[in-house]
């Protein structure tokens, strides 16, 4: 299949370990983050979103965090399994008011069986 | 099966020819974006829409066009103006403004 990004950072962790993956958002009056999984030829899922008015939101597996002072983002994934292999982006939602997002290059994380 | 659909899978445009990209969604959603994806780059916002009959240029519109006839169908044609059009197309929909982006399976267009 195609690939997504062809010079994307890579993470690799062995199967079963927890990944961590990171973004760095651009502006400082976004209030809306979202994280994307993307298999090679596929488009982007949904995976997770937290506010700006938080700074931690679970899910299944999976734990966003927001720090906004130094505007990061970070997204943990528990037990990783070979079916989280995949390119991982963020997406902020620059000046709340408008339509436009703003989309990471993404962090490839390879599962090591 | 709710979502969004997006066809052809892959598409392969001659020199000089205009194509048409179709994007479909049963979702119910007010908004719909075309983004283009090449290698190493974040998403690019070719065009949106954030209602019927109503739609605006994203950040690299030239060479391409769209319309918004209705509220589940958003095509995006890629015009010869295009010089570079080899890429990975993705649209997207969401229920409305600064809310979550959900994305079709995307459509690849190569160059023949």
């Known amino acids: 299949g195609e690939s997504v990004g062809l010079h994307l950072p890579t993470l690799s962790v062995q199967e079963g370990d927890n990944s961590i993956i990171n973004c760095a958002y651009s502006?400082?009056?976004?209030?809306?983050f979202i994280w994307y999984k993307q298999e090679s030829g596929k488009g982007p899922q949904f995976i997770i979103d937290?506010?700006?008015?938080?700074d931690k939101r679970q899910g299944q597996r999976v734990t966003v965090l927001l720090n906004k002072t130094v505007k990061h983002l970070s997204l943990q994934i528990a037990a990783t399994q070979p079916g989280d292999s995949a390119v991982y982006f963020c997406?902020?939602?620059?000046?709340?008011?408008?339509?436009?997002?703003?989309f990471g290059t993404g962090t490839r994380l390879k599962v090591l069986a | 099966d709710g979502g969004i659909t997006q066809s052809p899978k892959y598409l392969f445009r001659k020199e000089g020819q205009n194509v048409t990209l179709s994007c479909e969604q049963n979702?119910?959603?007010?908004?719909m974006y075309w983004y283009r994806q090449d290698p190493g780059q974040g998403l690019r916002l070719i065009y949106y829409?954030?209602?019927?009959?109503?739609?605006q240029k994203g950040d690299i519109a030239e060479g391409y066009s769209v319309s918004r006839e209705k509220k589940e169908s958003f095509p995006l044609t890629v015009t010869s103006a295009q010089k570079n059009p080899t890429a990975f197309y993705l649209c997207?929909?969401?229920?409305?403004?600064?809310?979550?982006?959900?994305f079709g399976p995307g459509t690849r267009l190569l160059v023949l």
């Open positions: 997207a929909s969401s229920p409305g403004q600064g809310e979550t982006q959900y």
């Open positions: 829409s954030q209602i019927v009959n109503d739609f």
């Open positions: 979702l119910n959603h007010d908004a």
């Open positions: 937290i506010r700006s008015n938080m």
């Open positions: 502006n400082s009056a976004s209030d809306y």
């Open positions: 997406a902020e939602n620059g000046n709340s008011g408008t339509y436009k997002y703003i």
